[in-house]
């Protein structure tokens, strides 16, 4: 079982910045993928980015190429996303979740994820 609990959240002004962390529980985080999603009200929820078991690769949501990074220290069993450039239309609710297919590639899609925060919510205010 994996237990994971977002945090860095808040009210930001645009072209600003927001570090999010997701902690997680569980003996065998490092060897999961690791993801970011994200849902604005009345949309679907989003892939923003995920990152490999081993840190070696990662991939992005085209809207955020270039401006969020992902990363992750097994160490600690913590998954980041730095949040550059924010804009408007970043505001939405933030989930972590966790691929538990071990070493398994890094997959965009949200059906892929086995594993849940509870989300922290990011406002960009224009």
């Known amino acids: 079982q994996v237990q994971l609990v977002e945090s860095g959240g808040g009210l930001v002004q645009a072209g600003g910045s927001l570090r999010l962390s997701c902690a997680a529980s569980?003996?065998?985080?490092?060897?999961?993928?690791m993801g970011w999603f994200r849902q604005a009200p009345g949309k679907e929820r989003e892939f923003v980015a995920a990152?490999?078991?081993?840190?070696?690769?990662?991939s992005y949501g085209d809207s955020v190429k270039g401006r969020f990074t992902i990363s992750r220290d097994n160490a600690k069993n913590t998954v980041f996303l730095q949040m550059n450039s924010l804009k408007h239309e970043d505001t939405a609710v933030y989930y972590c979740?966790?691929?538990?297919?071990?070493?398994?590639?890094?997959?965009?899609?949200?059906?892929?994820?086995?594993?849940w925060g509870q989300g922290t919510q990011v406002t960009v205010s224009s």
């Open positions: 569980g003996r065998t985080f490092s060897s999961y993928v």
């Open positions: 979740a966790a691929d538990s297919k071990t070493y398994g590639m890094i997959a965009r899609n949200q059906y892929e994820y086995d594993y």
């Open positions: 990152i490999s078991w081993s840190r070696g690769s990662t």
